[in-house]
């Protein structure tokens, strides 16, 4: 049904527009009449039309000002002005209120009816627009907490980092830093930790939509799958710093927040939260929450009110250290040297006289850089293949020799992690290839693809781009086409079958498509090839 409001101090006018109206419309029609500007607010606000027909000129508050105090409710609502003034002023203010037209006295039936019809047809074009809306929205609301989800899983337990930055995006989420915090969740206290047994873990997956939108409510963040009896949340922040007052409100926040989760939800909670990282360090941030947890019976710990333990005596360049490591796990050798130089350059300066613990330092590195790449399976390890390091590393001369000794092992196990990677990439590809190449005529997907060489589809086509230059569909796309050209070739082919036998059942589809990679279409390529 169309809900239409018709407001004209004539009443004449008035009765005559909705006899026109509904001897037409009115099995598919709810319809209200008024004859002042406040009746037209009144009546919108219990009737909300989708159709108002508005006279200008009404005794108090003219059709003007009554518009705009609808809009201010009614968004939605369809205004077709009429008037038996054909004013300029007028009409460029209801213009600028967004009238459909404007309609001047004496309107004849076939305008009227016509208004009406146009009108109707943009009441179901807005209601299907708005029933799409909320269909995109119903199906975002699915699918926001599997990204939320994936993303917390992806930046805290991958040992090989992908690229969030894309899905970080969708999400609207600006920040280059962010703290995690972990709330833990049980059944009552002991001794001031939290009992949890097995049930607990199961009864979690039923109250975690409700928990999801509580903790919505309180903070802007991004809410991590049921682990056990625990949630993670990554609550993104702008800078990587924060002070004592912002740290006692996050806390305190914290708190109320847990306080609501235990009122809705009947269990009881403490929370453990880390400091605040870069977005790619996030997983120091979650050690952090696990060991405030672990450390502290209270309710809500942060990881800065926590006697500090395993910490460096002095301003030891942490943050250089981190980098270094990161960098030499993702192969990427110039990175890493450059921090390696950085952190040198700071042993020398700060400690030129200590050249023991210097030696040390630059061995613990070597040796923990080599076990990376043992780790990582680059490279094999026999238990005297540093036999010599001792000895070597308290024999330079100088600093420079020392430091260059130390850079070449670092690049050395950094470059083995770096070629592995390549040649299982190279590897992968060529599978892949070679899995097209034989099965390009079926109806392939990327799933089929990276089914066959194992792996994960995100991480195949994120690798496939990088190592190959183009994506799967057009590398797809190539092999089919260079496949039809050689096909055009054997007249006794119709073009239905070559289509057929490339992998597309549309021979419409085929054609355009290698008219759109050769310039030519299917025919005319045979006409060129044939010398016709």
């Not at 508050?61 to 009429?82: C, D, H, P």
């Not at 770096?418 to 892949?432: F, G, L, N, P, T």
Request: hydrophobic share 35%.
């Amino acid at each position: 049904m169309y809900r239409i409001l018709i407001a004209d101090d004539e009443g004449l006018m008035l009765e005559s527009l909705k006899t026109i109206i509904m001897s037409q419309y009115g099995d598919c029609c709810t319809l209200e009449t008024a004859k002042t500007g406040r009746a037209v607010i009144e009546k919108t606000e219990s009737f909300h039309p989708d159709i108002v027909f508005l006279d200008i000129h009404m005794p108090g508050i003219n059709g003007i000002q009554a518009m705009k105090e609808v809009r201010k409710s009614n968004s939605t609502a369809l205004f077709y002005i009429i008037s038996a003034y054909d004013k300029f002023d007028y009409a460029k203010e209801a213009i600028d209120l967004g009238v459909e037209k404007y309609l001047t006295k004496p309107i004849s039936r076939k305008t009227i009816l016509s208004t009406v019809e146009e009108a109707i047809k943009k009441v179901d074009h807005n209601r299907a627009l708005r029933r799409s809306q909320l269909e995109i929205q119903e199906k975002m609301e699915v699918i926001i907490p599997v990204m939320e989800q994936s993303i917390i899983t992806n930046l805290l337990f991958q040992t090989e980092m992908q690229d969030v930055g894309y899905y970080l995006q969708l999400l609207d989420v600006e920040e280059t830093c962010g703290y995690i915090m972990v709330i833990q969740f049980g059944t009552e206290y002991e001794n001031g930790r939290l009992i949890s047994p097995v049930r607990m873990s199961v009864q979690a997956q039923d109250f975690y939509p409700d928990l999801r939108s509580l903790v919505k409510a309180s903070l802007n963040c991004l809410v991590g799958p049921v682990m056990s009896n625990r949630i993670v949340l990554l609550v993104p922040h702008q800078g990587g710093q924060i002070s004592y007052e912002d740290r006692i409100l996050i806390v305190e926040n914290t708190r109320r927040l847990l306080t609501k989760l235990e009122e809705q939800l009947g269990a009881k909670f403490r929370a453990g939260i880390g400091r605040v990282r870069k977005i790619e360090d996030l997983q120091l941030s979650y050690r952090e929450a696990l060991c405030s947890l672990n450390g502290s019976k209270s309710r809500v710990i942060h990881t800065e009110d926590l006697q500090p333990e395993g910490l460096y005596g002095e301003e030891f360049p942490d943050e250089t250290e981190r980098r270094m490591f990161r960098f030499l796990e993702d192969g990427n050798t110039s990175a890493m040297l450059s921090e390696s130089n950085i952190f040198f350059d700071w042993m020398i300066q700060h400690y030129p006289d200590d050249r023991g613990n210097i030696c040390l330092k630059v061995l613990e590195y070597i040796i923990r850089a080599e076990g990376i790449a043992f780790e990582s399976g680059t490279v094999n390890y026999n238990f005297s293949d540093r036999n010599d390091y001792l000895e070597t590393a308290t024999s330079f001369a100088d600093y420079e020799s020392l430091r260059q000794w130390f850079v070449e092992k670092m690049a050395a196990a950094c470059d083995t992690i770096h070629d592995y990677r390549e040649s299982q990439s190279d590897s992968v590809i060529k599978k892949a290839q070679a899995y097209i190449r034989e099965n390009y005529s079926h109806d392939i997907s990327l799933d089929d693809v990276s089914r066959a060489v194992n792996i994960s589809p995100y991480y195949f086509s994120k690798v496939f781009k990088e190592e190959s230059g183009e994506n799967f569909i057009e590398y797809l796309t190539r092999v089919r086409v260079e496949k039809a050209k050689e096909l055009l070739e054997k007249p006794d082919l119709s073009i239905k079958i070559i289509s057929s036998m490339c992998g597309y059942s549309d021979p419409n589809y085929f054609s355009r498509l290698f008219k759109k990679q050769t310039d030519m279409t299917p025919r005319e390529y045979r006409m060129k090839v044939s010398g016709q």
